[in-house]
């Protein structure tokens, strides 16, 4: 053993991170050992809160600290409209872009066979409900344009047939800023099929 003990264990321990090799935690180990006492109660602090108050809505399914989340209580929200999509940090982004607009549903992942990911092992069943209970009137499907991403959006197409909602997916193509130049064959093909009209002839 090379270090004290418990410098080992907070190495072993950091490792676990992603992203995180044994050369970084044993950077971040000496940075806490050196660091103020007050620091290291706080972060140490921070992370056993992250456990013990951080849920999920019962609704939504996106990460909370009270159930329903702010987001399912925020009444100026579209009442009829649902954005679906993999994981709470792609809500983030959306919101990001659309502050106070749309109310969401997460999957919490996406369907992928190879895995052995069904469509009950997401929140595919709960969103159904959501959508008779709630009388969603639209889906935006947000889920990746992967191949999983995609056959979930399909998936759910087939699952709310028997509902009156219409469903929209996000377009994919070139990035704003891009060149297509650098774009792959499959997003240029997705750039042309998703094209836009800017004038219509006469
Ligand atoms: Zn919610």
Not at 5 to 19: D, M, N, Q
């Amino acid at each position: 053993m090379l270090y004290p003990e418990p410098i080992e264990r907070l190495i072993e321990r950091l490792s676990k991170l992603p992203g995180i090799g044994k050369k970084s935690a044993t950077r971040l180990a000496f940075f806490l050992l050196n660091a103020r006492q007050t620091y290291v109660t706080e972060l140490s602090r921070s992370i056993a809160e992250v456990k013990e108050k951080v849920r999920l809505c019962g609704t939504c399914f996106n990460i909370t600290d009270i159930d329903p989340c702010p987001i399912c209580r925020d009444e100026r929200r579209s009442r009829d409209t649902l954005c679906v999509v993999e994981e709470p940090s792609h809500l983030m982004v959306i919101e990001s872009a659309f502050p106070g607009v749309y109310r969401y549903h997460i999957l919490h992942g996406v369907i992928n066979p190879i895995e052995g990911i069904g469509p009950d092992e997401i929140r595919i069943p709960e969103m159904r409900e959501r959508i008779a209970r709630e009388g969603i009137k639209e889906l935006i499907i947000a889920t990746n344009p992967t191949i999983e991403g995609n056959t979930t959006a399909h998936y759910i197409v087939e699952m709310v047939r028997e509902f009156q909602v219409s469903i929209t997916r996000i377009a994919s193509g070139i990035p704003i800023g891009g060149d297509i130049v650098y774009i792959d064959p499959l997003t240029i093909k997705s750039a042309l099929d998703n094209r836009r009209s800017l004038k219509e002839g006469s």
